[in-house]
């Protein structure tokens, strides 16, 4: 005995339903994007106000300090250019989600249509081939936010530990 669509429109209604709430998955990452840019625009600041430090009197201790200081904002220099090449990235990954979230939609929302007008007729093969695409749309926008926030908070990590190094050594 074959499928019908009736019987699979439980799984397209969830698929419909996913699909559309897969466009809120940009909230996934957007919080340690906007995280990431707050703590490298704080270390910014802080290595400026270690730059004018004050408490160095002597010419050798105000040299000794400018090095140090010199040090750490190579590093976060560094660390600022391989944010920044992974930025571009980062820009084009949240497109990418916006085009599967759409295309994940449209194609669960024609599914749940098409299947309520063809509720008592055979579900063909490329009827659950694309049943199975709808979900891999969800799965793919939701992997790529994953790996975005991911990196993004590895980076926002990264420069944490470099600003706590200046509280530190500076």
Known sequence: MSATWGDFQAVIQLSAGLNVAILSFVDISLPAIKERRRVFAKARQELDIHRRNPHKRTTEEKSSHADAVGEVDRMLFDLWRETSAFEAI?????????????????????????????????????????????????????????????????????????????????
């Open 90 to 170: 980062e820009d084009s990954l949240m497109k990418s989600t916006g085009v599967f979230g759409i295309f994940g939609a449209i194609l669960g929302l024609g599914l749940l249509w098409y299947s309520a007008v063809h509720y008592g007729a055979e579900m063909p093969l490329l009827g659950e081939i694309l049943t199975i695409l709808s979900f891999l749309s969800l799965a793919g926008a939701f992997l790529i936010n994953f790996f975005t926030a991911s990196k993004a908070s590895t980076y926002a990590k990264q420069c944490n530990e470099l600003r706590d190094h200046m509280r530190t050594y500076l």
